[in-house]
């Protein structure tokens, strides 16, 4: 089992829609979870933080789901600009090492 | 302005040839961190270190090199001993404060 797995997409959606990302984890000790974006041959940015009570950024919100060991990523009112590939990204603990998914595409289309 | 920058944006290289990629950060941060992406894969680590003159090894060191003299300065050579070394190289930097990693805008390495 990969240590970090994303549905490598890519998502077509509307304008407007709501989507969807989970990301599954393996080590269940793992403490910090993050969701970045990466645009076509740029580097990843941190859009956020994944927080145990979960946690809102505008039209995005990360969710933690330790007992099923998954994080998710919703897209409220999907923007053309959103279309990105979105990189899930798991520290585990005790360890300066942080561990990436390969990313799920989202094409939000006009 | 705070931030990492890596230089040249672009690069090519002859095989057989060492290569040098550049990453300054201003961000005060102790550690950094070298990765490579390849088209359709995820980042994998190369090297890291949490401190000057301390590094260590990641998932893919073999054919690179790097030092830490500097805090702020993280350099990464490309040997020729490395066998597939056309790729995206990400430097990155960790606000241990907030647990969370900043990455440079990459270097495209093509070897010709």
């Known amino acids: 089992r990969k240590e970090v797995e994303q549905d490598p997409g890519p998502f077509n959606v509307p304008e407007g829609a709501t989507v969807a990302f989970n990301c599954t984890y393996s080590?269940?000790?793992?403490?910090?979870f993050f969701w970045y974006r990466q645009d076509c041959r740029k580097e990843p940015k941190l859009l956020m933080s994944v927080y145990s009570s979960g946690n809102e950024d505008g039209r995005f919100t990360a969710q933690l789901n330790r007992a099923s060991q998954y994080i998710s990523l919703l897209i409220r009112d999907s923007k053309l600009s959103d279309s990105a590939t979105y990189l899930c990204?798991?520290?585990?603990?005790?360890?300066?090492?942080?561990?990436f998914g390969t990313g799920t595409r989202l094409k939000v289309l006009a | 302005d705070g931030g990492i920058t890596q230089s040249p944006k672009y690069l090519f290289r002859k095989e057989g040839q060492n290569v040098t990629l550049s990453c300054e950060q201003n961000?005060?941060?102790?550690?950094m961190y070298w990765y490579r992406q390849d088209p359709g894969q995820g980042l994998r680590l190369i090297y890291y270190?949490?401190?000057?003159?301390?590094?260590q090894k990641g998932d893919i060191a073999e054919g690179y090199s790097v030092s830490r003299e500097k805090k702020e300065s993280f350099p990464l050579t490309v040997t020729s001993a490395q066998k597939n070394p056309t790729a995206f190289y990400l430097c990155?930097?960790?606000?241990?404060?907030?647990?969370?990693?900043?990455f440079g805008p990459g270097t495209r390495l093509t070897v010709l």
């Open positions: 990204v798991v520290k585990p603990p005790g360890t300066y090492k942080y561990i």
């Open positions: 961000l005060n941060h102790d550690a």
């Open positions: 270190s949490q401190i000057v003159n301390d590094f």
């Open positions: 990155a930097s960790m606000d241990r404060e907030i647990d969370t990693q900043y």
């Open positions: 080590n269940s000790a793992s403490q910090s």
